[in-house]
């Protein structure tokens, strides 16, 4: 069995109740495996999946060469799953997606409640919004207040991208979001150190055989899964620059060791050898110099998708063959140099799957278990510490079951933490075995410490004359008189 298996079962058997936690909640799954669907299905929601978010790495309900356009109909398929009068109660939403669609529907509403005017897709530059706002407006004349009724009946999102989470945050700044988020993979140390690293050299290995020691590397960015990338491309002896304009994150890579450079134009031609480029739209800059590139560079992408708008023009005039669905190779006719390109291959850690879907099921039990009080407002929240120990404990307890032979006595003395019992994980039990053993430790214990801090204050020479004496279990220490030294 695998990790995540392991995990699936633990969170079957910890939540396990007469009546199920998640009884009549309606859920629509865009960014979420099989094993999550399954396991929310036996809490007791009923889930459905319409499509795959375009950020997302799992890609298992999709098809290669998915339209924008057929992507965004099965979204609204899937929002529309319940029926006229119904809508999801909660959204497990990768890339906001999801949420976006419902909050434009919202506002085109009261628009033409107030005006009668309809959403005209032709005011946004925006491809996908373009799309939205032509799906919404062909639907206002039959249903004119379909999506506050789903507005009504949300009770959250579950976000898991970082380009979700942004787009959320962005609505919430506006203040336009109408309903509590809560982002499940904010740990950074999950997301950047046991996922982008991972994926990063996994595509590397998988597309070419290059050394990576001395060559040069540009990471695009800072955030949680670019800093992950900086980090294991210089343990792997690579010489790292991090190309950002954000004044916050390049003070973070300064601090952290890295060059900081603000412009592109002076290492694309003859210096570096791998493009690292994260999933913000700001940060896709870099092909824009694919021409310019040196031979047998790569360009590791962390987005499976290379459509934004203006990116597929870089390429013109270029021959690309394709490896794999993850490999493109592009040849400039004129140069005859090669630019390989990777895609995210997903993150081959079994702790990044079991770490992500654990952390969905504990955020929505949280939402559906908190709706109606005033716990969650209409913000983004991170995962709360009290549900990122108990993922923690999810993950750690398995692995010490398997690791120690667990007796009759050991049953039933694992912990999970909840929320105000702070974030212990470690096996405990309420009343030890062997009360004079333990008695007889913290005796012990007590009389190191003692010790401890007397010696320490007699090497500072503190103490002029002070006479011990040790009468067991105790320390006495007479202090005649005690030299405070400072102010």
Request: glycine share 8%; aromatic share 8%; with cysteine.
């Amino acid at each position: 069995m695998t990790l995540i298996d392991d995990v699936c079962a633990f969170v079957k058997g910890y939540y396990n109740a007469e009546a199920p936690p998640l009884r009549d909640a309606r859920i629509i799954a865009m960014d979420s495996s099989k094993v999550v669907m399954k396991t929310l299905g036996s809490l007791g929601a009923e889930v459905h999946k319409p499509s795959e978010n375009t950020y997302s790495t799992y890609f298992s309900f999709g098809w290669k060469g998915e339209t924008r356009e057929e992507h965004w109909k099965r979204i609204k398929r899937g929002l529309d799953h319940w029926g006229p009068a119904g809508g999801p109660s909660l959204i497990l939403d990768g890339g906001g997606e999801a949420t976006l669609f419902i909050l434009e529907g919202v506002k085109a509403e009261k628009a033409f409640a107030d005006t009668g005017q309809l959403p005209d897709p032709s005011s946004t530059d925006d491809a996908d919004l373009k799309i939205i706002l032509s799906m919404i407006r062909d639907g206002l004349n039959t249903d004119p207040k379909r999506y506050h009724k789903m507005k009504d009946g949300l009770v959250g999102v579950c976000v898991a991208t970082i380009e979700g989470v942004k787009r959320l945050v962005q609505l919430q700044a506006n203040g336009t979001l109408l309903f509590p988020a809560i982002y499940v993979t904010g740990s950074k140390f999950i997301s950047s150190l046991y996922g982008c690293c991972y994926s990063l050299f996994d595509g590397i290995k998988r597309a070419t055989n290059m050394l990576i020691p001395g060559k040069k590397a540009i990471v695009c960015g800072y955030d949680e899964g670019s800093e992950g990338c900086a980090i294991v491309l210089e343990q792997a002896g690579a010489d790292v620059s991090v190309y950002t304009v954000d004044p916050n994150h390049a003070l973070q890579a300064d601090l952290r060791g890295f060059h900081v450079i603000k412009t592109l134009d002076d290492v694309v031609s003859s210096e570096a050898d791998i493009f690292v480029t994260n999933m913000n739209k700001d940060n896709m800059d870099v092909v824009k110099h694919v021409k310019r590139m040196k031979n047998k560079a790569i360009i590791y992408h962390m987005d499976p998708i290379l459509d934004y708008a203006g990116v597929q023009q870089c390429f013109s005039g270029m021959q690309r063959t394709i490896v794999n669905p993850q490999i493109d190779k592009w040849v400039c006719p004129e140069t005859k140099s090669s630019v390989t390109v990777l895609k995210n291959t997903g993150c081959p850690a079994d702790l990044m799957s079991s770490w992500s879907f654990a952390s969905l099921v504990v955020a929505v039990l949280e939402l559906w278990g908190k709706r109606g009080t005033d716990k969650y407002e209409n913000k983004v929240y991170d995962l709360p510490e009290h549900l990122e120990a108990k993922v923690s404990a999810f993950h750690f307890l398995p692995k010490l079951i398997k690791t120690k032979k667990e007796t009759n006595s050991q049953a039933g003395q694992v912990f999970v933490p909840k929320e105000g019992q702070g974030n212990n994980v470690f096996p405990m039990s309420a009343e030890p075995n062997n009360c004079k053993t333990s008695a007889k430790i913290r005796e012990i214990l007590a009389m190191g410490l003692k010790a401890c801090g007397l010696f320490g204050i007699a090497a500072l020479g503190l103490i002029n004359g002070a006479e011990v004496s040790f009468s067991k279990p105790t320390v006495c220490v007479e202090l005649p008189s005690i030299t405070i030294w400072g102010n």
